[in-house]
Nanobody, 116 residues
């Protein structure tokens, strides 16, 4: 069974930085597309950033230039470096692997709270 465990969240002031990590157990990343999502209270979960097996990246417009997604296949770990954080970045952040068009079971996420 695949388990995804996110970490690195916390309380940060506006303009600050956080580095999120996601460790996968029970599977290897291989050349899968990896994704970071977030969900704010009362909102739908939204895609924040993606990285392909070849290293191509995608970001939603609101985080472009501030967030960086990366991966370490040898450690089955993905990262989300978040800089210049804003209060609207406050959310629970989740990682997942898209394989054959299907996501694995979601982890518990890690909460990021940006104070103004």
């Amino acid at each position: 069974q695949v388990h995804l465990v996110e970490s690195g969240g916390g309380l940060v002031q506006t303009g600050g930085s956080r580095r999120l990590s996601c460790v996968a157990s029970g599977t290897a990343f291989n050349d899968d597309d990896l994704h970071w999502y977030r969900q704010a209270p009362g909102m739908q979960r939204e895609l924040v950033a993606s990285i392909t097996g070849g290293g191509r990246t995608y970001y939603i417009g609101s985080v472009e230039g501030r967030f960086t997604i990366s991966r370490d296949n040898a450690k089955n770990t993905m990262f989300l470096q978040m800089n210049s954080l804003k209060p609207e970045d406050t959310a629970a952040y989740y990682c997942n692997i898209l394989r054959d068009g299907v996501f694995f079971q979601w982890g518990r996420g890690t909460q990021v709270t940006v104070s103004s």
